[in-house]
């Protein structure tokens, strides 16, 4: 789904209710057709159709990937419930390697026939390709599985959890923002569930359930006065979850100057807190320009990391596929080679993971066939590794992929998308606590706000939803108009103070956007909270009469 | 399949309408065949087609309703899709925004379908391709680009009796041109109904000259500049001030569109006089269907006018609220130009900056419509009338209300596509703009 789909679905736009036409990311359908699946041996037996047709046309490799993609949104506003909309999209991808190129072809029609005219058709189209080839296509070889299957560790399928609970929740939670001085609240809950079925020329079968969730809300509150406003999202993150991330226990939360979750999330007690903040917002103490030591949240370093090192890593950035969109990468090859690049402070350990429990991007094998791993990417400063696929494996002296590919859609073409991305936490026992206590001149920033960097991810931007000032080890007041700008490299060699494993947790985005056409991929970014020092805050308040 | 006539389009809707059984029923018909090449690294890296109809049905009872979409046409599915969108407006909870279908409406035609475009070829695309990329590899420059184009038609019916169809085409083309010592790089964009008006060899030879000049890049300190906009950078921030002229937002408080004490800007100046903004679907530059998705009427009409803002937009809700004619967000836009060519206004230009384009533009505060975002792909040096050397690139913090305030001198107008600034196609001209705030330098290329 992209961003501007989602966007239309959910209403949250502020003219999405004038954007015309039905949504196009699949088909809705009644819910209980969302429980239903479909049996593994009907799915093995479509492959092999098109693995056999492909083949007798003369591909020397073939991937298939079946695809039921479920989504449920349930949305509101205040006292209404302005959408509830469940959709799915089945239907086969099929990849091919004929005369050393590419070749991809779709359909949603999984007949025979119609499953060996679309394996023909890739066949054709990488025939094509080859002719305009410089270099043949290059695979790691991979391993056959057989047939295996994956599951995401869920207590609560939350597809399962009747509509009605969902709107309870959701009206409670805008009933305790607008209780607590909110105007406006816009609040969702959007679920997705991917029943993937992948099969190749290499001998693999492989059954995937995956299953993610986002609880969000969206406050803003006026001042009639001044005729100013300020707003204060959710401090929730999206997961690779079941319902059970909503039910919160004392033990996930984490009190401070403003509540934190870990693992769990309480939106109700988010909201009213939220409603509460943005009146404090508006109260706020506008922020003076400058130096300052900065100690950042997990709830909103997920989003630097996620910009700053997750996307240069990205190889086929660095190898320039993407220069005409995303763009490049500063972290070009002869950086790496040179093992000495500084990208950090010795005390950043960066590791790229697809099997981390309850994360966006967690699965048992990625969307090319290859078991999932983790790998370091930064070790103690230093860059060392990327995030490869098959096709790109050697360039990196690797035996085999990364295990990094993954398409939106059955009828999106698999590319190099990021794995989840994290900053590991210190090895010396720190409490966000004690990362205070040693800041004199600083700002304490809690969940993600406005971000923007350059394409090859040197100069960034980042706001943030609430800022705190800190003086001589502690929180004197709530600022605004906050950003803060740094060079990606300056900002890692600054990061001089991690706090400890009890403290990491989890960020992330369902709409990471990479690609022509463009798709959406899910990540998780971990940290625990970290101090940066000495860095460039704007203040970002302006006049406009 | 995919492009249905308008009688074809027709009968397949009134069966739709004649298997209801709700309070009333909403039909949208829409297909599309598209096709796309993508290159990079001098060497074509994808390419495909896609087709595909989509009926979308949606029936009520009361305020309750449903939505279910199929991809098949016999009569039994056709029933059976009605059927579904009714089982789902059963089970809605009501919706008190919700509005009636609207009767029939006065629809003008737009020419938005050109055969040209509609007969594309695999082999056209190819061409396309090889266009770019062999001069670029001929000057020691790396080729990325991706063509895509379209064509589509919707089709919209509902139980009052109303009836809309459109058919359109459009060919979308950017290219990145990187020098091979990765110092300079420079980039393009063209956006057509009409692919004969489609040059990739022409378009991708001024991304080539930029690169090369772009070369070795010096930085300048950040601060406020002068800055000549080329069209495709100024059209962003004029896309997404469209985004905010909501008048539900703006009349909740929350918009840069809200006054102090209540109230909205509608009726007030907030841009330099010569600005002119408008909405025009039978422009033939930029040409748009004559009705939205929900079948209302487009027209043309003034945005901004005289530096005055004369609309903002409202949904069929939020008009009926409010006792006024709904306002549908428009299907393109058009800012008046000038006389003034890209050379003479350089030549009037003591010490300013010439942007090719912006990018990772994102809201930092929607009070003041303030937006962040850095230059890409090519940013030059002007003193004393002459461009003098490239740039390093510069991150801004910027509103386009401030922008069109500090307007020094509007250009010539130029059709741009799908920026950042979102998918409507617009003309918009280059632009002079005195004191544009940059507030860091970039390293990137």
Redesign the interface.
């Known amino acids: 789904m992209k961003r501007r789909d989602f966007i239309y679905l959910t209403g949250m736009g502020a003219t999405a209710a004038m954007i015309p036409g039905i949504p196009v990311i699949g088909r809705p359908i009644d819910p209980e057709q969302l429980l239903e699946g479909v049996d593994p041996a009907v799915k093995k037996q479509m492959s092999d159709v098109a693995l056999n047709a492909a083949r007798s046309k003369g591909a020397s490799y073939t991937d298939v990937r079946i695809g039921r993609y479920l989504n449920q949104f349930v949305v509101t506003r205040e006292d209404k419930v302005q959408n509830i909309v469940n959709t799915e999209s089945y239907g086969m991808g099929i990849r091919v390697i004929a005369n050393g190129g590419w070749g991809f072809s779709a359909t949603d029609k999984l007949d025979n026939d119609s499953i060996a005219k679309a394996a023909e058709l890739a066949v054709a189209i990488a025939k094509e390709n080859s002719r305009l080839l410089t270099e043949p296509v290059q695979l790691a070889p991979q391993k056959g599985y057989g047939e295996v299957s994956w599951k995401a560790p869920i207590e609560k399928n939350a597809f399962e959890v009747p509509i009605k609970e969902k709107v309870d929740l959701l009206l409670g939670v805008n009933a305790a923002a607008m209780k607590s001085g909110a105007d406006y609240i816009n609040s969702l809950l959007f679920l997705v569930n991917e029943q993937k079925y992948f099969a190749s020329t290499d001998g693999s079968y492989i059954d995937q359930d995956i299953h993610r969730i986002w609880p969000a809300f969206f406050i803003t509150t006026i001042d009639k006065a001044s005729g100013k406003f300020e707003t204060r999202n959710s401090l929730s993150a999206p997961i690779g979850m079941g319902y059970e991330y909503l039910y919160a226990r004392p033990q996930d939360k984490i009190q401070g100057i403003t509540t934190l979750y870990k693992g769990r999330y309480d939106m109700l007690e988010d909201a009213k807190a939220g409603g509460a903040q943005t009146g404090e917002k508006l109260k706020a103490k506008s922020v003076e320009a400058g130096k300052y030591d900065l100690i950042l949240d997990p709830s909103h370093l997920w989003l630097t990391i996620h910009e700053s090192v997750g996307h240069p890593s990205e190889l086929d950035r660095v190898l320039g596929y993407e220069a005409n969109f995303a763009g490049t990468s500063f972290l070009t090859l002869d950086k790496w080679q040179s093992k000495k690049f500084n990208f950090g402070s010795k005390i950043v350990n960066i590791v790229a993971d697809k099997t981390q429990v309850g994360s966006l991007g967690a699965v048992g094998y990625d969307d090319e066939g290859v078991k999932c791993g983790q790998w370091d990417i930064i070790k103690e400063g230093t860059l060392v590794n990327y995030q490869a696929i098959r096709d790109q494996a050697h360039i990196l002296g690797l035996p085999a992929s990364q295990g990094c590919c993954y398409a939106d859609n059955w009828s999106s073409v698999q590319f190099q998308r990021m794995p989840n991305v994290s900053l590991q936490p210190g090895k010396e026992k720190k409490s966000v606590d004690d990362m205070i206590k040693g800041v004199e001149k600083g700002i304490y920033i809690v969940g993600d706000g406005s971000f923007s960097i350059d394409q090859q991810r040197y100069n960034f931007q980042f706001g943030g939803q609430l800022f705190y000032e800190i003086k001589n080890g502690k929180i004197v007041g709530m600022l605004r108009d906050v950003a803060y700008q740094s060079n990606t490299q300056e900002f890692w060699n600054s990061c001089v103070g991690i706090a400890d494993e009890s403290d990491y947790r989890l960020g992330g985005s369902f709409f990471d956007g990479k690609g022509q056409p463009s798709q959406s991929s899910a990540v998780s970014h971990g940290s625990s909270t970290a101090r940066f020092n000495g860095v460039n805050v704007i203040n970002t308040a302006r006049k406009i009469g | 399949m995919a492009i249905l006539s308008k009688d074809e389009a027709q009968q397949i809707l009134k069966k739709v309408i004649g298997f209801s059984k709700a309070d009333g029923i909403e039909a949208?018909l829409?297909g599309n065949d598209g096709g796309?090449i993508?290159y990079?690294?001098?060497?074509?890296?994808?390419?495909?087609e896609?087709s595909n109809v989509?009926l979308?049905v949606q029936s009520y009872f009361g305020k309750k309703s449903g939505?279910?979409?199929?991809?098949e046409f016999d009569d039994a599915s056709l029933e059976k899709v009605v059927k579904?969108s009714e089982?789902?407006s059963q089970?809605?909870?009501e919706?008190?925004?919700f509005m009636e279908p609207l009767s029939q409406q006065a629809y003008q035609d737009s020419k938005t379908f050109f055969d040209s475009t509609a007969n594309i070829t695999?082999d056209y695309r190819?061409q396309a391709?090889?266009n770019s990329i062999n001069p670029a590899a001929a000057k020691d420059v790396?080729a990325?680009?991706?063509l895509?184009d379209n064509r589509g038609f919707?089709a919209l019916m509902n139980s009052k009796g109303l009836f809309a169809y459109g058919k359109s085409t459009s060919v979308d083309f950017?290219?990145?041109m990187?020098t091979n010592d990765?110092t300079g790089s420079g980039?393009v964009t063209r956006s057509f109904n009409d692919v004969s008006k489609l040059d990739t060899a022409e378009a991708s030879k001024v991304a080539i000259d930029k690169a090369l000049q772009s070369r070795n890049a010096k930085a300048i300190e950040p601060g406020k500049y002068t800055v000549i906009l080329e069209p495709a950078a100024a059209g962003d921030l004029i896309g997404l001030m469209?985004?905010?002229?909501?008048a539900?937002?703006a009349d909740?408080?929350?918009?840069?569109m809200?006054?102090?004490?209540?109230g909205t800007k509608l009726g007030e100046k907030?841009v330099d006089e010569r600005v002119n903004i408008y909405t025009d679907p039978w422009n033939e530059e930029v040409p748009a269907f004559g009705f939205?998705?929900?079948g209302l009427a487009r027209k043309k009409m003034d945005i901004i006018k005289g530096g005055v803002v004369s609309n903002l937009?409202y949904?069929r809700?939020?008009a009926s609220q409010k006792n006024v004619e709904p306002v549908?967000?428009p299907g393109n836009r058009i800012m008046d130009g000038g006389t003034a060519s890209l050379e003479d206004m350089i030549k009037d230009t003591k010490k300013g900056v010439l942007v090719t384009r912006f990018?990772?533009?994102?809201?930092?505060?929607?009070?003041?419509?303030?937006y962040?975002?850095?230059t890409?792909d090519s940013t030059f040096f002007i003193e004393n009338g002459k461009i003098k050397h490239p740039v390093k690139?510069f991150?801004f913090?910027e509103?386009p209300?401030?922008m069109l305030?500090n307007l020094e001198t509007l250009g010539k107008q130029v059709r741009v596509g799908n920026g950042e600034g979102g998918?409507a196609p617009s003309l918009i001209p280059y632009m002079k703009i005195r004191d544009f705030t940059f507030?860091?330098?970039?390293?990137?290329?």
């Open positions: 949208n829409n796309n993508r990079a690294r001098n060497s074509v890296s994808t390419s495909g896609d989509n979308g939505t279910a979409t199929i991809n579904r089982e789902l089970l809605a909870p919706n008190p925004e695999p190819a391709a090889a790396t990325a680009g991706y895509t919707s950017t290219v990145t990187r990765g980039w469209f985004f905010g002229m909501n539900r937002q909740e408080g929350r918009s840069f809200s006054k102090k004490g209540g907030i939205t998705g929900n937009f949904d809700y939020w549908p967000f990018w990772y533009i994102r809201p930092v505060d929607p009070q003041t419509l303030l962040t975002g850095l890409r690139n991150r913090n509103s209300i401030i305030n998918g507030t860091s330098l970039s390293d990137a290329v």
